[in-house]
């Protein structure tokens, strides 16, 4: 098997700010340690997200000048709205700036107290605008889901029993939907199956409940299904895409991730009522119908991302370079979440440094060394993002104690990569001195884009 090449050629670069460890250590104080908080022209290589970072290509910048910047009835509205509908099959495609105004806005429709929001597993944004809706939402991973070290193919799935008995439980009439997360971001970037997704939706049809896809990655998963589902070795992931989406009544969308864009996003559904009751608050808040926050440039360069990313040749080369990274890190002993996800790979911070607390935080522990010691930023998804305190005011945390690495599409090239892979390898072999860290200011909702920590 020769190498996977990058399937583009670099027409526009941008300089990389160089920094000193001595200069970071600065910085990083100044940032209260949190990676949210670091300019970045301080970064050297940005793994903070793969979300709004991607590198647009020659054909979307092309599309960005004949973007229609009229009001109402753009051309590129309908573009997009083609595309869209092309690849989902929903009836109504409605436009946002972003995955969770989409999120805010189908929530404040079916979401108020009483009401139970089921996930294979809920994304950050995604938890919070269910419950500032008031309602709840429960993550129902599968066992394997979990596990870091347990290799399976589909670690994404929705866990069928254990909803089955939470709509028992709580009754269907108050679950006005459930979602499933493709990829399963905060999971690990893990894929969900076609046979899980057609399962889930088959469940969910017996309570007449409404099955939405948080689809933000749904180019990555259809390639792994193609990669690892039996039946799909030769279909196209266009072909593998729209069967997905068949199964759903609808779906919200970062544009900012499978779309190859820098901003935007949408929501999309079949049901009418829905859609003008979504419709009504999209103009409220976003704009009318055909912009809903967007300029038609942006929308123009969405239709286009839409295209590109179902390419083969895009998608085996996205999900081998995750899978590159992973390797090396592996072949060194750095405990990873395996196997590796479609946009990031994840550190076992438990395992990793193990001597740390898990109310001392080992993954931010982790974190802030890649950045002083590397200039390379990532992000803790464990307790700093995901911890809620009991009544005694005790840290609960979630089930995995992670950090991401999360690659943004087309920017980074190989020797990035193992400039990466060097450095994780290097703080891996220092890991005895990390040291805790405890948080000295929070907000109440999404504290990690602010907290303030100190080094314990
Ligand atoms: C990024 C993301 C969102 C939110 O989208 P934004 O565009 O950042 O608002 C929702 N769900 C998942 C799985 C995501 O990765």
């Known amino acids: 098997m020769k190498t996977i090449i990058e399937p583009f050629k670099i027409k526009s670069v941008e300089p990389i700010h160089f920094t000193t460890v001595e200069e970071r250590t600065a910085i990083l104080r100044n940032a209260g340690y949190n990676p949210f908080m670091i300019n970045a022209d301080d970064v050297l290589i940005d793994l903070l997200t793969d979300s709004g970072t991607a590198a647009m290509s020659a054909k979307q910048w092309a599309g960005m000048m004949d973007g229609d910047e009229s009001y109402a009835g753009a051309r590129s509205f309908y573009r997009f709205e083609n595309t869209v509908k092309d690849i989902t099959r929903f009836k109504y495609i409605i436009p946002t700036h972003q995955g969770r105004a989409a999120e805010r806005i189908l929530f404040s429709i079916v979401g108020e107290k009483g009401r139970f929001i089921p996930n294979n597993t809920h994304f950050d ?143 999309a559904l079949n049901d009418d009522e829905l859609a003008t009751k979504a419709r009504n608050l999209l103009i409220i808040t976003e704009g009318f119908s055909t912009y809903g926050g967007l300029a038609g440039r942006d929308l123009e360069a969405i239709a286009q991302g839409l295209t590109e990313v179902l390419d083969e040749h895009y998608l085996m080369y996205r999900l081998r370079s995750i899978e590159y990274l992973g390797e090396k890190l592996t072949s060194a002993s750095v405990p990873i979440l395996q196997p590796p996800g479609g946009h990031a790979i994840y550190l076992d911070a438990r395992r990793f440094a193990s001597h740390i607390p898990v109310h001392q935080y080992p993954g931010q522990a982790i974190v802030c060394e890649l950045y002083r010691s590397a200039g390379i930023r990532s992000v803790e998804i464990g307790s700093v993002m995901f911890g809620k305190y009991d009544a005694e005011g005790k840290l609960i945390s979630p089930p995995m104690e992670l950090v991401r690495l999360a690659i943004p599409r087309r920017v980074y090239t190989q020797s990035h990569i193992d400039y990466v892979s060097e450095c994780v390898i290097d703080v891996f072999k220092r890991r005895e001195d990390l040291h805790g860290y405890r948080i000295t200011y929070e907000a109440p909702q999404l504290r990690h884009f602010t907290a303030r920590l100190e080094p314990l």
Do not use: W
């Open 125 to 267: 944004t995604t938890r919070a605008n269910v419950e500032f809706s008031g309602a709840e939402a429960f993550d129902f991973p599968t066992e394997e889901g979990v596990h870091p070290d347990v290799v399976a193919p589909f670690k994404g799935n929705m866990n069928l029993h254990a909803l089955e008995q939470f709509i028992r439980e709580k009754g269907a009439a108050n679950i006005p939907l459930c979602m499933i997360t493709v990829t399963n971001n905060s999971g690990g970037g893990q894929p969900v199956s076609m046979e899980n997704i057609r399962e889930t939706k088959k469940l969910l049809s017996n309570y007449h409940i409404p099955l939405f896809l948080d689809a933000c990655r749904f180019a990555e998963n259809a390639f792994f299904i193609k990669k690892r589902e039996k039946g799909y070795e030769n279909k196209t992931p266009k072909e593998i895409v729209q069967e997905m989406f068949s199964y759903a009544d609808g779906c919200t969308m970062s544009a900012k991730k499978d779309a190859i864009v820098n901003m935007g996003g949408f929501l």
